[in-house]
C-alpha cells in the first residue's frame, strides 16, 4: 500500500511564499517521478513541476522563476518551494508519485490528497 500525504498549503497574501511538502510511504522500490498538479476552481487540473530520480526538472510556464521544485530521497519525500504567489495560482495542489513496487514491473502514479493554496489579500 502507497501512501501520499501532503502538508503546507494555506492563505497567503499575493507576494508571500508558502512550502508544500509530500511524503510518499509504502514498500517501495524506487520512485522515477514526482511532482504537482494544481487544480484552480472551474478549471481542469495542470502539471505544475515535475521531478524525475535523474534528470532535469520541468515546470509550468507561468510559475519558472518563482516555484522551486526538489526531493530528498533519503525521505522519499517532494518539495515545492513556492515564491511571489499570485492570486491566479490559488488552487488545490496535487502531488504524485510515479512508484515501482520492485525491478519487475514499471510501477503506478499514486496521488496525494490535495492541499488548498489561497492567494488573496
Known amino acids: 500500500q502507497v501512501q501520499l500525504v501532503e502538508s503546507g498549503g494555506g492563505l497567503v497574501q499575493p507576494g508571500g511564499s508558502l512550502r508544500l511538502s509530500c511524503a510518499v510511504s509504502g514498500r517501495i522500490f524506487s520512485i522515477p517521478l514526482m511532482g504537482w498538479y494544481r487544480q484552480p476552481p472551474g478549471k481542469q487540473r495542470e502539471l505544475v513541476a515535475q521531478i524525475p530520480s535523474v534528470g532535469n526538472t520541468n515546470y509550468k510556464d507561468s510559475v519558472k522563476g518563482r516555484f522551486t521544485i526538489s526531493r530528498d530521497n533519503a525521505k522519499n519525500t517532494v518539495y515545492l518551494q513556492m515564491n511571489n504567489l499570485k492570486p491566479e495560482d490559488t488552487a488545490v495542489y496535487y502531488c504524485?508519485?510515479?512508484?515501482?513496487?520492485?525491478?519487475?514491473?514499471?510501477?503506478?502514479?499514486?496521488w496525494g490528497q490535495g492541499t488548498q493554496v489561497t492567494v488573496s489579500s
Open positions: 504524485f508519485a510515479h512508484v515501482r513496487l520492485n525491478s519487475a514491473t514499471n510501477g503506478n502514479r499514486y
